[in-house]
């Protein structure tokens, strides 16, 4: 399989981050907690260099606590103050002050020391496209938050938004481009719907997934769909299809339509709490 980023649209990306970070204290990365890793661009790490840095596993909602718990700790462990959300109910996004205010007392206390004024904590989200910016965002500042005018040497157009007396939010999120090196990455993006789906082929993209689930959550593949989990994963695809009736004229299987239903089924959540990738496996990417 094949997984394309368009160049044009990366260097535009690119180059309003390395702008707007100039302005900023406070990086607040998005991830999905599904794929902690292979949903991060590891050019912010130079990017933000000097910032301070939060990261958020959005999403964490569909997601295996388990997974969730080793990863947060992994970020911990690498400096990072982690965070675990969903965005879309607002589970967990109100204690981000705290960690705001955690993650920046250095920067506050410095400042203080060298008799600087203090001023706000500017901060800005970042993540790739589809973890979650913009709903985090709504979420986080709902309607009780005003926004104030330009500032200079923001591009134009860009509004501070006021979280509280003490930080403040660039109401645009910055986009990172996904990482494209590597063929698991681009699977496991693809997987939770990071990609265009028209440059896929979705059965392919089935197949892998049944191979994953077969090998790492087999009773959850088995409770959607009442299959043997055993047998050949494109036999396996066969019974999503037979439990799910999708045949084709003549009575033929359709493995198409089983394909996109267990793909669906899988980046809503029906199928479980599921995590593609654990912190100890990180060395195959
Ligand atoms: P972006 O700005 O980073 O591009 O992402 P955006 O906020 O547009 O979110 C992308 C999709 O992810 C949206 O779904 C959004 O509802 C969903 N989402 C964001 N955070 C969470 C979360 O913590 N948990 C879950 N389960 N979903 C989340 P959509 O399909 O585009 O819209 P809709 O189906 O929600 O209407």
Redesign the pocket.
């Known amino acids: 399989m094949n997984f394309q980023w368009y160049p044009g649209h990366m260097t535009k990306a690119k180059r309003m981050m390395e702008e707007n970070i100039k302005v900023i204290d406070l990086i607040i990365e998005?991830v999905d907690?599904r794929v902690p890793l292979s949903s991060r661009n590891p050019d912010i790490d130079e990017l933000g260099k000097n910032k301070s840095r939060i990261i958020l596993l959005?999403?964490?909602?569909?997601a295996s606590d388990k997974g969730n718990e080793l990863w947060a700790e992994y970020f911990k462990q690498k400096g990072f103050y982690v965070l675990k959300?969903?965005?879309?109910?607002g589970?967990g996004v109100k204690s981000i002050t705290g960690v705001i205010a955690e993650a920046c007392k250095e920067k506050i206390e410095r400042d203080r020391r060298k008799g600087i004024l203090v001023r706000p904590i500017r901060a800005m989200v970042v993540?790739?496209?589809?973890?979650?910016?913009?709903?985090?965002?709504?979420s986080l500042v709902g309607k009780a938050c005003t926004k104030t005018g330009n500032k200079p040497g923001v591009t134009k157009g860009k509004q501070w938004i006021r979280l509280n007396k003490t930080v403040e939010l660039l109401d645009t999120?910055g986009?990172l481009w996904p990482r494209f090196d590597n063929q698991i990455v681009g699977m496991r993006l693809a997987l939770i719907?990071s990609m265009n789906d028209q440059v896929l082929n979705i059965e392919d993209l089935a197949i892998e997934l049944i191979k994953f689930l077969q090998d790492k959550y087999p009773a959850l593949l088995n409770r959607r769909y009442d299959i043997d989990v055993a047998k050949e994963p494109f036999e396996v695809l066969g019974g999503v299809a037979k439990s799910r009736s999708c045949l084709k004229k003549g009575n033929e299987l359709d493995y198409q339509k089983a394909a996109y239903i267990l793909i669906d089924d899988f980046r809503?959540?029906k199928i479980g709490k599921v995590t593609l990738e654990m912190p100890e496996l990180t060395e195959v990417i």
Do not use: Q, R
Not at 58 to 62: G, I, P, Q, T, W
Not at 85 to 89: G, V
């Open positions: 998005l907690a959005n999403k964490s909602d569909l959300i969903n965005a879309k109910s589970a993540g790739i496209p589809n973890v979650g910016k913009s709903t985090f965002i709504n999120p986009i719907g809503s959540g």
